[in-house]
């Protein structure tokens, strides 16, 4: 979760300070290491479980202060967001039915979690992308008041210039641009932790580098954002671009992202890690914090908070985690590639594939570093988060896999004599490894589950707010039954009852598909649009899409009635019959307040405008379509 007590630096005295502090830590975690104060020859594993929270209609609900404000459980906190949340379960010995503890014990705390959503009227979901998150749940009143969020805000919304600028193409293509760091909200994912010793542990994160593709690829759930069919695990590329602090205009410099995979394999030790990260990111937040070698001398293990705070301010998607064990140090491997969901069981099985081949590769290689390329896992990690396991990657063994056949024919068997080595429960290696294959074979993975159940919901007409509200209704109740996402049937359409719009926004009905014109363009074009499309109104925007006019069925047939009884036979442009600066909202506008704009300028459509430019459309055919089913619902309640 990371440090809360922390500062924004005011003054450039403030960041020498504290940079001397995180150097001051290295010098310290160099001496432990040279000296063996590491705990080893001991493996543990550890999770932590982000989710999101949701109304009655499945959309994000702000609601994380009253849910922890019912209980005092330690293990359930705080994330980024007002309707994020995090439960951080024990850690276990990596022995037995560790895994098989894991999946019991986050059951029994999803469900504590469930119950106390459920006494303010909300429900808890898991998907690396809520596919119902609207922009307006972004807005910073929505961003938990904590000093860490608002130092991260204001120095990385700082570093970009006040604005982020998203681009992500996938099936879709997603241009969008926002004022603060709540994008990061978007993304939920299961993070797993691996202790290994400080011996192996350049052999063990080298390891975890090379396979993050292929666990990656196996357990994508993130293909969906604001509707838009982007990556398959979407969550690389957004994280990425939501905490850049790089300048655009620096393009022949070579720069890493704060949010990176690494620039090389590790060759020696952990320290490699911490110092590139120190190096490369400036400080963004400070403390004060303890001499670490006066704790020494005192006979305890320093915290080395300095060093910490700052490696929680620089995202490795393979992340060094320096901890205390009881009277010892340790470091560990932090997975941060996992999405959330499908299910629990679906993230365990996760889990235990990644660590399974981080211990079964280890044992099969002294050394992957000459095998590969290093920007070759660069590049699988890549394509992995783009195409999921319709990806091909190289391998160690000089071969391009499809890495589908990979996992299924290879890897996962590789996973399971590192399970079955390090004496793990046979029923556990079974079930666990069994669904990975299982899910790798059939290749459905909780992505692709999303874009199938879409593309049958879009076959059968309906809207793209209804296709989403239908998807997370059946995400979230699939998920109560616990079946592993893979033995999914695909969402069906089915309208949950509204009964009432309040609390909805004009973004959760307006069409985004939208077929413009520009002024100067042919009149008679807009006819013939009309009349292909079946539309009743066209919208005029300039070059920069920003809205200049609206076009409706009866203003062109009148326009064209009167020119044809005048005998006007030249070409007439749009800018002669559109009304100019039409009235309209913005995405974030309540649902009633446009209704009652609507009546109030007896108007059959609003164009919806976003920070200048035109986004959608919303029309009197949309209300009156709400307006059945609402009347439907009300009829079948009586």
């Known amino acids: ?68 404000a019912l209980t005092d459980n330690p293990r359930l906190v705080n994330e980024l967001t007002r309707f ?60 938990v008041d904590k000093p860490r969020y608002h130092a991260l805000n204001d120095t990385i919304m700082a570093l970009k210039g006040g604005t982020a600028q998203y681009h992500i193409r996938g099936t879709d293509e997603l241009f969008f641009h926002h004022d603060n760091i709540m994008m990061e909200g978007c993304n939920t994912s299961f993070q797993v932790h691996f202790q290994v010793s400080p011996e192996d542990f350049a052999h063990c994160y080298n390891i975890a580098q090379l396979v993050a593709a292929p666990v990656l690829a196996a ?94 301010t620089v995202y490795r998607w393979n992340r060094a985690c320096y901890g205390i064990s009881g009277d010892k140090a340790h470091l560990r491997i932090e997975n941060r590639l996992l999405p959330s969901g499908p299910t629990p069981v679906d993230e365990v099985a996760n889990a235990a594939f990644w660590i399974g081949l981080l211990v079964g590769l280890k044992r099969q290689h002294a050394d992957i570093r000459p095998l590969l390329d290093f920007d070759e896992a660069k590049s699988n990690f890549i394509a992995a988060a783009r195409q999921g396991l319709a990806s091909e990657i190289n391998w160690i063994d000089g071969r391009r896999w499809p890495v589908a056949d990979l996992i299924a024919e290879r890897l996962v068997d590789v996973a399971r004599g590192g399970l079955e080595e390090s004496g793990l429960s046979q029923p556990d ?47 979230v109740a699939l998920q109560k039954e616990g079946k592993p996402g893979h033995t999914w049937k695909l969402a069906e359409l089915v309208r949950y009852p509204r009964r009432s719009i309040q609390g909805t926004r004009v973004e959760h009905f307006m069409s985004t598909d939208l077929f413009t014109v520009r002024q100067d363009e042919l009149v008679d074009f807009v ?37 044809k009884a005048a005998g006007v036979t030249e ?19 309540a649902t009633i307040d446009a209704i009652r ?42």
């Not at 995180?22 to 550890?46: T, Y």
């Not at 294959?437 to 874009?451: I, Y």
């Not at 070409?571 to 600066?581: A, E, G, W």
């Open 219 to 312: 357990s994508a759930n993130s293909p969906v954002l604001f509707g838009k069919r982007l990556w398959r695990e979407t969550r690389i590329a957004l994280f990425q671009q939501a905490v850049d602090t790089r300048s655009s205009n620096m393009y022949l410099r070579e720069m890493s992202p704060r949010v990176h995979f690494g620039s090389d394999w590790v060759n020696e030790s952990v320290l490699e890690v911490f110092r590139e990260d120190i190096a490369r990111f400036r400080v963004i937040m400070t403390s004060e914090h303890e001499d670490p070698f006066e704790e020494i001398r005192e006979g305890r293990i320093p915290k080395l908070g300095a060093l910490q705070l700052h490696n929680g």
């Open 527 to 563: 006819a013939v649009l009309m009349n292909w499309q079946r539309i009743r109104h066209v919208l005029v925007e300039d070059d920069q899409h920003r809205l200049v006019g609206i076009v409706t069925n009866h203003s062109l047939l009148r326009a064209l009635a009167e020119n």
């Open 429 to 475: 290696i079974d079930k666990y490894m069994g669904i990975v294959r299982d899910r790798v074979v059939s290749r459905k993975t909780g992505a692709q589950w999303q874009l199938l159940s879409l593309a049958k919901m879009k076959r059968e007409g309906s809207t793209r707010a209804e296709r989403l509200d239908a998807l997370v209704t059946s995400m």
């Open 571 to 589: 070409d007439i442009p749009v800018s002669d019959i559109m009304k100019r600066d039409p009235v309209s909202v913005t995405p974030e506008t």
């Open 597 to 638: 704009l609507m009546r109030e300028r007896q108007v059959g459509a609003l164009p919806v405008v976003h920070q200048g430019q035109l986004v959608g459309i919303i029309t009197e055919t949309d209300f009156n379509r709400l307006a059945a089913q609402l009347f439907e619902e009300d009829e079948a309640g009586e």
């Open 84 to 143: 994020n949340l995090e439960i951080n379960l024990d850690p276990y010995e990596f022995e037995g039915t560790c895994f098989s503890d894991m999946e019991r014990d986050l059951n029994v705390l999803l469900a504590e979690t469930r119950a106390l959503a459920e006494q303010v009227d909300a429900d808890i979901a898991m998907a690396g992308i809520l596919p119902t998150i609207h922009a307006w749940d972004l807005r910073i009143e929505n961003m």
């Open 1 to 68: 979760m990371g440090q809360h007590d922390v500062n924004k630096p005011v003054h450039a005295s403030e960041v020498r300070r504290f940079t001397r502090q995180i150097m001051n830590d290295m010098r310290a975690l160099e001496f432990m290491l040279s000296e063996g104060m590491f705990e080893s020859g001991i493996h543990r594993v550890g999770a932590e479980q982000e989710l999101f929270l949701i109304d009655k209609r499945h959309h994000p609900a702000a609601l994380a202060e009253k849910v922890l």
